[in-house]
């Protein structure tokens, strides 16, 4: 896979790292900004009150 | 041939799923911090801002008998608290000198990313029944992380637009399931009060990164003090 998109990048060994670069800065960006906040409060440490998660049955 | 391009995709895979994980430890533990420390000082600082640009009226004539005791003060008609939008600031000395986080309206996630939550099916700050307030343990700026340091007799200091309540613990954190609504109801049955009165109930999670079960803690309010005559000497020590 890597190495895939190594061949497919344009220009010289520099420019590649370069893109690589910018490349994985926006990969980052994109699942620190989107992704996580996404994902986050699907994990447990949101339910800190009483009425939620179990508590439907309840309620 | 094609078993060495099997072999290298699979271990590819795993070390980019390797790095995703990492990047979200690294997310949970510091970034949420981070955003949830400017969300908080950004609550505060619009709650400071909007309480210097409009004084309280009722500040301005110094009622004597307002101080050191529960009174009902006469007919605020107090507005009803904004879902989403910070009303106080609270003030816990136990959790650290420096500890205050805002308190919003509302227990949604996204309540909960930017301070402390009142429940909105419970009372109004310093008024009868229970004053119920969830906060995270971990994550989002870690603000109850000592929770279980809280002891009776350890004052929650709230502070809104007009008055300085100071509450009191009264009982040693309780450990309950997340079903139990009862224990922000107005005179919770698990708790040392029998009759009706001015309490405040904190509730976080436990364990410190799990959900089966929640930590709680109960305490009465025990003086209020207009804004004018300063803080409270809770926040002196």
């Known amino acids: ?59 | 041939m094609s078993v060495r391009i099997l072999v290298r995709s699979f271990s590819e895979l795993c070390l980019t799923v390797g790095t995703l994980i990492v990047l979200f430890v690294v997310y949970l533990l510091y970034w949420t911090g981070v955003k949830a420390d400017n969300a908080a000082s950004d609550q505060i600082s619009g709650l400071e801002q909007q309480w210097a640009q409009s004084p309280a009226p009722s500040s301005a004539p110094p009622r004597p008998t307002a101080s050191q005791q529960p009174a009902p003060r006469p007919a605020p008609v107090p507005a009803a608290y904004t879902e989403g939008r910070s009303f106080a600031v609270m003030y816990i000395p136990r959790l650290g000198k420096d500890w205050h986080k805002p308190v919003l309206e509302g227990t949604a996630v996204k309540d909960l990313q930017k301070g402390l939550g009142h429940y909105d099916n419970t009372t109004r700050l310093g008024q009868p029944g229970n004053f119920s307030v969830a906060g995270h343990r971990r994550t989002y700026g870690d603000p109850f992380k000592d929770f279980p340091e809280l002891r009776p007799g350890d004052a929650v200091v709230l502070r809104d637009d007009t008055t300085w309540y100071t509450y009191r613990l009264d009982a040693l954190p309780f450990r309950t399931v997340p079903s139990d609504v009862g224990v922000i109801d107005p005179v919770p049955t698990e708790s040392p009060f029998r009759s009706p009165g001015r309490y405040l109930t904190l509730t976080t999670c436990d364990p410190e990164w799990g959900s089966s079960h929640r930590l709680i803690v109960w305490g009465h309010l025990d003086s209020t003090q207009p804004v004018a005559q300063g803080k409270p000497t809770a926040l002196d020590g």
């Open chain 1, 1 to 59: 896979m890597y190495g895939w998109i190594w061949r497919h990048l344009p220009g010289n060994a520099w420019l590649r790292a370069f893109i690589s670069l910018a490349m994985v800065l926006v990969i980052v960006y994109v699942l620190f900004q989107y992704v996580f906040p996404w994902a986050e409060p699907l994990l447990p440490f949101n339910d800190v009150t009483v009425d939620q998660g179990m508590g439907t049955a309840v309620r």
